[in-house]
Nanobody, 122 residues
Framework: HVQLVESGGGSVQAGGSLRLSCAASRYPCLGWFRQAPGKEREGVAGISGDSASTYYSDSVKGRFTISRDNGANRMYLEMNSLKPEDTAKYSC????????????????????WGQGTQVTVS
């Protein structure tokens, strides 16, 4: 059973920064999702296999940066200027299909998921 592993979550004050990491193989399609209590899962960012294409939700654009290191088989989410509304459980997701602008934010598009890491902003 293939599963991704996230790390780097924690508690931070508003305006602070965190960097999430995901141990993932060289999937061509990788993404970060988050889910807060009582809310639907939200696609936060997506990145293609060659890092040429990146996508962000409007809620994090300009504050978060997704990146990947294929040599180290890792994906990252650099989160700056964090806000209390960023509080959620963050999960990384992967798929062998090609990342597209119309699919990266759809959870059903990804076949492989991590357990998630909690981010709390106060």
């Amino acid at each position: 059973h293939v599963q991704l592993v996230e790390s780097g979550g924690g508690s931070v004050q508003a305006g602070g920064s965190l960097r999430l990491s995901c141990a993932a193989s060289r999937y061509p399609c990788l993404g970060w999702f988050r889910q807060a209590p009582g809310k639907e899962r939200e696609g936060v960012a997506g990145i293609s296999g060659d890092s040429a294409s990146t996508y962000y939700s409007d809620s994090v654009k300009g504050r978060f940066t997704i990146s990947r290191d294929n040599g180290a088989n890792r994906m990252y989410l650099e989160m700056n200027s964090l806000k209390p509304e960023d509080t959620a459980k963050y999960s990384c997701a992967a798929d062998w299909s090609r990342l597209t602008s119309s699919s990266w934010y759809r959870g059903a598009y990804y076949a492989i998921w991590g357990q998630g890491t909690q981010v709390t902003v106060s």
